[in-house]
């Protein structure tokens, strides 16, 4: 029905910043919530922050209120997760998804 692809992950710096995409296709398609997370080796899955279905954003994760901005693009219908000052312990996959729909995830690995 729909398919959501993350992008934007890579290798950077403590310090630095990084803007993950989620970009969500498809014929059928309706907005619901998008949820942000991320998980990182030997840990559960965490939810970072999510944009409800009219777009209204809520960041979740303690870890990351103070640096961490989600915002939504219905143009090109994307979901955007924003995160700043990054540290070595955010390094991990990072996920979105709709419903019961996930992307394959995008790998963000912070240096020190």
């Known amino acids: 029905q729909v398919q959501l692809v993350e992008s934007g992950g890579g290798l950077v710096q403590a310090g630095g910043s990084l803007r993950l995409s989620c970009a969500v296709s498809?014929?059928?398609?309706?907005?619901?919530?998008v949820g942000w997370f991320r998980q990182a080796p030997g840990q559960e899955r965490e939810l970072i922050a999510s944009?409800?279905?009219?777009?209204?954003?809520?960041v979740f994760a303690d870890s990351v209120k103070d640096r961490c901005t989600i915002s939504r693009d219905d143009d090109k219908r994307a979901v955007y997760l924003e995160i700043t000052n990054l540290r070595p312990e955010d390094t991990a996959v990072y996920y979105c998804?709709?419903?019961?729909?996930w992307g394959q995830g995008t790998q963000v690995t912070v240096s020190s």
């Open positions: 944009s409800s279905w009219n777009g209204r954003p809520t």
């Open positions: 498809g014929r059928a398609f309706a907005w619901s919530t």
């Open positions: 998804n709709m419903n019961e729909d």
